[in-house]
């Protein structure tokens, strides 16, 4: 599942291989991951077109050119590699784009999310508006300031893209393992002291994640032990407690994370 760290890996793609790069067309294998342009429009409009500087926010990958700027969401199974020109198609390789130097694949099993095309910056706030601050740039006040607002789970709060934009399922389980903090707790229940360790540990979970272009499935990470049968905790050993929490299936230690 594609979370902040996976998309600033594709960020980082575009941002080695395709800057500069001529746009010479574009091939659309499957329209259905297409928002609000066809497929012809797509080719038409970015033909001869220049890859720019990259940017990411949230789970959104602005991919802009020397015109319109391509908006790519990954949903729940994309991803984005760069190839050799004329190199083979995967099977769930739905939009390519072949530039003068090589390829960028844009794949999607699920195909739950998509590919916008922008025509200006305000076609891009058009798309963006009303996600929250980034997750990995927003303040440690605007974070508890955030928090604050909200009487539900701190589980949801954190995963809900309108109050933060980048984290997913993954990394909110690990940050609220890192910080001790139950995923049931009402988000405004939090006191300063844990607000603020919460965001250390937001910042470093980010981090190392980042680094390594996804939520990395160390032994000594909830994350390299949540699918395993009769997980444990890599902290205290305590059996792992699995439920779920605003809609989303959620792993925490009943040790660690005790209820308030």
Known sequence: MPELPDVEGFREVVARH???????????????????????????????????????????????????????????????????SGAPRARYDRVVFVTDAGELHYSDMRKLQGIRLAQGPDDVDRV???????????GSGEFGRLLTRHRRAIKPTLADQHVLA???????DEILWRARINPRRPANSLDPGERDGLYRQMRRVLR???RQGRVPAKPSWLTGVR???????????????????????????????RAA
């Open 208 to 210: 190392d994640s980042v």
């Open 227 to 257: 699918g395993q049968p009769e997980a444990r905790c890599p902290r205290c050993g305590t059996p792992l407690s699995r439920g779920r929490i605003g809609g989303r299936t959620t792993v925490w230690c009943p040790n660690c994370q």
């Open 128 to 138: 963006l508006a009303g996600l929250g601050p980034d997750a990995l740039t927003v």
């Open 18 to 84: 395709a800057v500069g790069r001529r746009i010479e067309r574009v091939d659309v294998a499957d329209a259905g991951v297409l928002r609000g342009v066809t497929a012809r429009q797509l080719g038409d409009r970015l033909h001869s077109h220049r890859f720019g500087k990259p940017e990411r926010y949230g789970k959104w990958l602005i991919a802009r050119t020397d015109g319109p700027a391509v908006l790519m969401h990954f949903g729940m199974t994309g991803s984005l590699a760069w190839l050799g």
């Open 166 to 172: 980048g984290l997913g399922n993954l990394l909110v």
